[in-house]
């Protein structure tokens, strides 16, 4: 990963003048939120790294690696890897009550990816996109997936 990508969040806060929060008082669904973007963000990147393609077919690879599913897989695969801090961060967004459920998945799913995306975003706003990428990379290992 280029040193650009670990310091992005910081990037962004010095550009517009945000002030630096402390990420631990995040409710847990903004932590997905955001984290859901990162994900789906390094999930295209491997994608797009891998060479020019149609962007329909690069959507529909996404898209199978990107839904509460899947993140519900990676999960699984990534859990007994994860520190205490990181554990503990994955349950207090599998716990958050969400206004919104998935189309297509189940309420287990869904709040397994809550926490997952809780996790990423949490990675991420801790500057910790080196943790973030090592765990991704060992769950898409495990799916034989990227």
Excluded: C
């Amino acid at each position: 990963m280029e040193e650009g990508m670990m310091d992005m969040m910081a990037e962004i806060r010095r550009e517009f003048g945000l002030e630096t929060v402390n990420v631990r008082t995040y409710s847990p669904l903004v932590l997905a939120y955001i984290g859901d973007g990162i994900y789906e963000l390094v999930i295209r990147s491997l994608l797009v790294g891998g060479g020019n393609a149609q962007a329909g077919r690069l959507h529909r690879k996404a898209s199978q690696l990107v839904n509460a599913g899947a993140q519900a897989d990676m999960l699984e695969r990534i859990r007994g890897e994860l520190t205490e801090e990181e554990l503990h961060v994955f349950k207090r967004g599998r716990n958050a009550n969400s206004p919104t459920v998935a189309k297509h998945a189940t309420v287990s799913d869904y709040r397994k990816a809550t926490g997952f995306e809780a996790l990423m975003g949490y990675l991420y706003l801790t500057g910790n996109m080196k943790r973030l990428t090592e765990l991704i990379k060992l769950g898409l290992e495990e799916l034989h997936a990227v």
